[in-house]
């Protein structure tokens, strides 16, 4: 019985030591915040209204040169109403497999990983990257086709990804 009081009583401590999924972020700055909060944490961010009408946003923050998880990212932050509905995060290709451990290790594992290559008539093949994690309606989707420069993680809720070139 003494052992059973024991163990319970180290529970809490035990599940603070467990690794918890971080909200989906970039340097602290989640879906929601506000144009203010961006400005605070990216001092170099430029903000202006979006040059094409959108459902999705109606206003971006663009900064080009920020470490996150030890990469040099380009970030832009979209926004509707002052509040971020969604951000994208472009980095180099060959930084793919150190900025998807950094991710695992503030976001956890993701729920989806894949590599897929693809065959094209008269083509080299196209070798494609794809990273899926998901905290409450939030999900981030990393990208990479491996022959590009480029990569990104596009962090959204809802059907953002459809609306924001969405032509009406």
């Known amino acids: 019985m003494n052992n059973l009081l024991r163990k319970i009583a180290l529970t809490p401590f035990l599940l603070l030591?467990?690794?918890?999924a971080a909200a989906l972020d970039v340097k602290d700055i989640t879906l929601?915040?506000?144009?203010?909060?961006i400005k605070r944490q990216f001092p170099g961010v430029r903000c202006k209204a979006l040059e094409w009408e959108s459902r999705a946003a109606?206003?971006?923050c663009d900064d080009s040169?920020?470490?996150?998880g030890g990469v040099e990212v380009q970030v832009t932050f979209y926004l509707k109403k002052d509040?971020?509905?969604?951000f994208d995060v472009r980095f180099d290709t060959k930084e793919l497999e150190r900025f998807v451990s950094f991710l695992k290790s503030r976001y956890g594992k993701p729920?989806?990983?894949?590599?897929?290559?693809?065959?094209?008539?008269g083509k080299d093949a196209r070798q494609v990257y794809k990273a899926l994690w998901e905290h409450g309606k939030a999900r981030a989707v990393v990208t990479a086709q491996l022959e590009k420069r480029r990569a990104s993680m596009l962090v959204s809720r809802g059907d953002f990804e459809e609306e924001i070139?969405?032509?009406r």
């Open 17 to 20: 030591a467990l690794p918890a």
């Open 32 to 37: 929601g915040a506000k144009e203010r909060d």
């Open 58 to 60: 109606d206003r971006r």
């Open 65 to 68: 040169r920020v470490s996150f």
């Open 83 to 86: 509040a971020v509905e969604a």
């Open 111 to 121: 729920l989806s990983e894949t590599r897929d290559t693809y065959e094209r008539k």
């Open 165 to 167: 070139y969405r032509v």
